[in-house]
């Protein structure tokens, strides 16, 4: 005869049900972030639908200018009385640039109400046909608009005006799962500009189609960094602990900065030499990489004493550190300015495995960012000649 459960043997909750609500709660967050990813890929597309039909019938006035105007104005008030906020004249606006930014594109939408359930079909709106695409020499644009990817992320992305940059932050935003606070300082700080330094025309397309893929070392360094986020001053009374203390207290934001694949090992590692004791700043681990990143922090200019000083903790690294599956330690020496030519006198070029960048307090201009790739490049075409 079974043996009856008591009272509390029936209500106690047993591994079972434990694991069962477990199940279930991963079955409910995945449908909330399905749902949340559609509701977000369906509105960009009926953005950019909306502002196709806005350029279609603005096309047929023949004062465009003010005819637009008043296209725009109306719509967004009988948008306006049908759905309430959202639809302003500045946001119907938005839509029309939208539009116009991604013209090029063909995005596909399914249609669950009045036709075949999951019935996938490209959008052609009744006001007329879609343009014909014409692509960028040298680009392969995307069909679409990724789905992880909201309608702030294309705002974002719409204020910045090169095509190329406007490629390579949008797959970037994907890629690293940028949110819409990530993405806008990233374009604030002109990330696409401080990675075209290492970079040939190829590798400038390369960057838009693909984003940044990390296959040599050179591929994970930019100059310079922008460090504007550690809140601190542009002061000759800066030291090195203060700036290592801010860096280690905003480690997620240092993470975003140096790119995808780095992960935090050590700060003040200690590397002992016959009693000597050398304190390596902050070490990382390059996952891509597969290899350690030394970083050492200097709030002055450099000097050929800090690379001897990098020389020495990369092969410390190397020698008793490192691991068989790891390749060649890689050195970053990060200051408030450098010159190039004692860097490219010390350390050897055909096996560059140290590196020094410039860093920012303050986000630095698109002017200075030019100032320094023209000069980079004119070093480069002087050495080539």
């Known amino acids: 005869m079974a043996k009856s459960l008591t009272k509390k043997e029936r209500t106690s909750p047993t591994v079972n049900d434990t694991a069962l609500f477990d199940r279930v709660i991963t079955i409910l967050d ?21 502002g196709h039909e806005i350029v279609v019938e603005e096309q047929k006035g023949e004062e465009r200018a003010e005819y637009g105007k008043r296209i725009i104005a109306d719509l967004s008030k009988k948008l306006t009385g049908q759905y309430g906020k959202g639809f302003s004249t500045s946001n119907v606006w938005l839509f029309r640039q939208f539009y116009q930014t991604y013209a090029n594109r063909s995005p596909e939408i399914i249609y669950p109400v009045g036709r075949e359930s999951g019935q996938r079909q490209k959008l052609y709106p009744t006001g ?30 719409m204020r910045e005006e090169g095509e190329e940059a406007r490629l390579f932050y949008e797959k970037e935003a994907v890629r690293s799962g940028w949110n819409k606070r990530q993405l806008e300082r990233q374009i604030n700080s002109f990330l696409f500009e401080r990675l075209l330094k290492s970079r040939d025309k190829d590798g400038v ?19 310079p960094y922008a460090l504007e986020f550690l809140g601190l001053p542009e002061s000759h ?6 700036l290592e203390t801010a860096l280690t207290s905003h480690m997620q934001d240092f993470l975003l900065e140096l790119g995808a694949g780095f992960a935090f090992v050590a700060r003040q590692k200690r590397l002992t030499l016959d009693g000597d004791h050398f304190y390596a700043d902050l070490v990382f681990y390059h996952i891509r990489l597969k290899c350690y990143v030394v970083i050492d ?12 000083q990098m020389q020495i903790y990369v092969h410390y690294f190397d020698r008793e550190v ?36 410039r860093y920012k307090l303050e986000l630095p201009s698109k002017e200075d960012l030019q100032k320094l790739l023209q000069e980079w490049r004119a070093e480069t075409e002087g050495d080539q000649s």
């Open 30 to 50: 995945e449908a909330r972030t399905h749902i949340s990813r559609t509701v977000n890929s369906a509105m960009v597309i009926a953005y950019w639908l909306i």
């Open 128 to 157: 007329g046909e879609l343009p014909e695409k014409r692509h960028p020499a040298g680009s392969e644009l995307t069909q679409g608009f990724h789905p992880d990817l909201s309608w702030s992320h294309y705002r974002a992305l």
């Open 322 to 357: 490192r691991g068989p599956e790891d390749n060649p330690t890689l050195g970053l020496i990060l200051c408030t300015d450098k010159n190039d030519s004692v860097v490219e006198y010390v350390l050897d070029k055909e096996q560059q495995t140290i590196f020094a960048s």
């Open 237 to 242: 009374r800066l030291v090195e602990s203060d």
């Open 205 to 223: 397309l390369q960057l838009a189609n693909e984003g940044l893929t990390v296959q040599r070392p050179i591929d994970a360094i930019k100059d």
């Open 297 to 308: 922090l200097k709030v002055d200019k450099l000097t050929h004493g800090d690379l001897g």
